[in-house]
Structure formats: structure tokens, C-alpha cells
């Protein structure tokens, strides 16, 4: 018996310190680059009638806004981060310190809206706020401009046609689900009906590309709005097909947005801003203003799908998952961490990405975060902080970065229950 006694005492004993030991990483900061949520396709259906045999779905907002559904989807994309920033242990359970949450919204209306109703969901009944530029001035931090004045609107669809080789099978797809044809007879409906093909002749290969990125975006996007199957894609594609069609956006971001130099140009200055973050909460001095002062807790950026690529681009990611085939979906997210361990600070980088079903349905429970490929780094989804460090260095134009940070005012989120 006191054998069996002593030997329970010793198990109790060992499960308690088990229970008060140490991690054996702490996260410092999380910080999380994402793109807003659903929003109306930024021009107007008529742009695209010639297309399309059938008419183009209206939308409930003017174009390029966020819609109800998207609001509502990022309040629960944002308590979908909260529990992974909780086991992370980057963010509060009650409301968090200003100086440890910082969430920075671009400037155009789809965003700034984005960036209210996320904070509502990553610290429900705080009233929180997010940072931002006065009036509708570009935020350089997600649209950098080395010349001031010289820049232009915002247009997530605005890419430049680039030379491209054969046109992928998605893209012969795309064109039967525009004009309601077999893959033969398209270019006979598209006389009949006095319709425009995608591709109009063999070698305008680039034009249809970056026309196919935007139509299959606007496709995918009335699907996640929630839109009847019947408005979805004319009611000829369901998730599976669109699935596909996405990928044409994917091809067209990989040649405008995510190749170099073009991403270096575009996104220098926000990985610059994004690594001083990182090595001033790894107790490095940077020569960048860091997003938080703080050095630890959360910080948010909320920019566009443009963002994401250029990121990408500028530091050799890759999470693209045949699961969840768009690479750029609403809400959509990259995660980077400065991690302490014993054995020396690492960075992680994982995506959170939303499948177009979690979407539509607004239901983000089973959004899982996945490790990235990182180009350079030895160990799949992080790299040591001297790996991530040479990544920066490497890619980064210092020509295109602003070592301080604009001026932001913290801004109240818009109410739309």
C-alpha cells in the first residue's frame, strides 16, 4: 500500500510540474498581413457584358465596396485569429493593451471597413480602434510611391498584360462557362451572339490572361458573397469548377505582382517595416521604424490581395494548397512570428486561408493555419533569424523603402449588424 501510495504521489508530483513548466517557445510578436474581405467587383457589369452569354449578377453595394456578408465574414475571420493569436499567447483574453495591439487599415473604404469589423471580432466588446491616414491619401505602407502625388486609386484588378505562354487548360474553361459553349462551338456563339472571346487571336495569349484574372475573381467572389448558384457564374460552375477558374487570377498575380522586380518596387517598403518589427522584438536594433513600439503582442495590417503577392515576391513564399485554391482569397492571411527558444529565435510564417465554402458560409471554425515555403530557409514555415535576415537583404530595394512610418490616426470602425 505504501508503495502504491508513494508511487501516486510521485505521478501527482510529476503531472504538476509538468502542468507550471515553461514552454519550450515563447511567440514575442505576431504580425499578420491580410487581405479585406468580400467585396463587389471593382467596375461596373457593364464593363464586362460583351463576355458573357447571360447577365452579370448586381451586387448590393457600388463597386469595389465591402458588402454586408463581407463585414459580417471578417468579425468572424477576426474571432478566428483571436484563438490563434490566444495560443500564441500574443494577445490578451480581456481587452487588449493599445501598445501591444496594433491594427493598421489602407485607406480605401473596403478596407478601412475590413479593418472595423476585424477588430470587433479579435477583441469583442472592447470598442478597439485601428490606425489609418487621414482622408483617402494612398497608405504607403500598402501602395509605396517614391515620388509623392505621383501615384494613382487603388484597383485590385488594374495589372498590366504581360507576355505569357500557351494559355492554360483553365482558361478554354473560363470561356465555356462565359458563353454557356463547348469548347468547339465557342467561337461560333460568340459570333452569333456578337460576344467577345477571351482569346480573340494566338498571340494576344497576355491580354486573355490578365482579362481571364479579373472575370474569374468576379466569378469566384459572387459565389463567396453568397449570391443563388443561380447568379453564380450564370448558373454553369459550382465551388469545384471555380476552383479551377481561380487559378487564371493566381497566374496573372504570379507574372504582374508577385515577380521581381515588380514585387521588390511594390512591396519593399512593407517588409521592411514587417523584418524591423521582427529584429526589434528579437532585441535588434533596426534601422526601420518598426509597426509596434512595443515590440511584442499583435500587430494587423489589412491591404489587398496585391499585397500578399508582392510579400511573397519580394521573400520567396509559397502556400499555395490545391485544397484551397486561391491563393488570395478574402480575409486571407499571412502570419509572421519572432519565436524565442532555447536553442535561438526563430521566425514563422504561416497562412491562414479561407476556403471559398468558409466564405459563403461566413463559418471559419475550421480554417487552419499552414506552414509556409520559404525560399532559402531550411525547415519548412520558419527560418532562424539570420535565414530571414538574409532573405530581407537580398530582395529588398532600399531605394523603395521610407525608413519612417506615415502619419495614422486611430480610427472607430463602422457599425453595420
Not at 500557351?166 to 468547339?184: F, W
Not at 520567396?316 to 485544397?323: A, I, K, M, P, V
Not at 526563430?346 to 479561407?354: A, D, E, T, Y
Request: aromatic share 4%; with cysteine.
Amino acid at each position: 500500500m505504501r508503495r502504491a501510495l508513494a508511487l501516486l504521489f510521485s505521478l501527482a508530483a510529476a503531472t504538476a510540474c509538468a502542468a507550471h513548466a515553461p514552454s519550450a517557445e515563447t511567440t514575442q510578436i505576431d504580425i499578420v498581413l491580410m487581405r479585406h474581405g468580400v467585396r463587389s467587383p471593382t467596375k461596373p457589369a457593364e464593363t464586362y457584358a460583351a463576355y458573357a452569354e447571360g447577365e452579370w449578377p448586381t451586387w448590393p453595394v457600388a463597386p469595389g465596396m465591402l458588402t454586408l456578408h463581407g463585414h459580417q465574414g471578417m468579425t468572424a475571420i477576426g474571432g478566428r485569429l483571436r484563438r490563434l493569436l490566444l495560443d500564441d499567447g500574443t494577445i490578451a483574453a480581456t481587452c487588449p493593451e493599445p501598445a501591444s495591439f496594433v491594427v493598421i487599415g489602407d485607406s480605401t473604404p473596403r478596407n478601412l471597413e475590413s479593418a472595423g469589423a476585424l477588430v470587433a471580432g479579435l477583441a469583442p466588446g472592447c470598442h478597439g480602434s485601428f490606425l489609418a491616414v487621414a482622408g483617402a491619401a494612398n497608405n504607403p505602407l500598402f501602395h509605396f510611391v517614391k515620388d509623392t502625388g505621383k501615384g494613382k486609386a487603388d484597383e485590385d484588378d488594374d495589372d498590366a498584360a504581360v507576355d505569357a505562354p500557351s494559355p492554360p487548360p483553365a482558361l478554354a474553361e473560363l470561356q465555356t462557362v462565359l458563353l454557356g459553349c463547348t469548347p468547339a462551338a465557342c467561337a461560333d456563339v460568340a459570333a452569333t451572339r456578337h460576344k467577345k472571346l477571351l482569346l480573340d487571336a494566338p498571340d494576344h495569349v497576355a491580354k486573355a490572361m490578365k482579362l481571364a484574372g479579373t472575370l474569374s475573381e468576379n466569378l469566384m467572389l459572387g459565389y463567396v458573397e453568397g449570391l443563388p448558384m443561380t447568379a453564380v457564374a450564370f448558373g454553369r460552375a459550382d465551388a469545384t469548377v471555380l476552383g479551377r477558374l481561380i487559378t487564371l487570377h493566381n497566374a496573372q498575380f504570379a507574372a504582374t505582382k508577385k515577380s521581381m522586380p515588380t514585387a521588390a518596387n511594390a512591396g519593399s517598403n512593407l517588409v521592411a517595416h514587417i523584418v524591423a518589427s521582427l529584429d526589434a522584438a528579437h532585441g535588434t536594433q533596426p534601422g526601420v521604424a518598426p509597426l509596434s513600439t512595443s515590440g511584442h503582442g499583435v500587430v494587423i495590417l489589412v491591404g489587398h490581395d496585391t499585397n500578399l503577392a508582392n510579400v511573397a515576391g519580394v521573400l520567396g513564399l509559397d502556400w499555395h494548397d490545391e485544397q484551397v485554391p486561391d491563393d488570395y482569397p478574402p480575409g486571407g492571411a499571412l502570419v509572421f512570428s519572432l519565436v524565442h527558444r532555447k536553442t535561438g529565435d526563430i521566425v514563422r510564417v504561416r497562412s491562414l486561408m479561407p476556403s471559398m465554402d468558409a466564405l459563403r458560409a461566413n463559418h471559419f471554425d475550421d480554417v487552419t493555419a499552414k506552414a509556409v515555403r520559404l525560399q532559402g530557409c531550411r525547415v519548412i514555415g520558419e527560418c532562424t533569424v539570420g535565414e530571414f535576415d538574409v532573405l530581407a537583404r537580398k530582395a529588398v530595394d532600399p531605394a523603395r523603402v521610407d525608413p519612417s512610418l506615415p502619419a495614422m490616426t486611430a480610427t472607430q470602425g463602422e457599425n453595420r449588424k
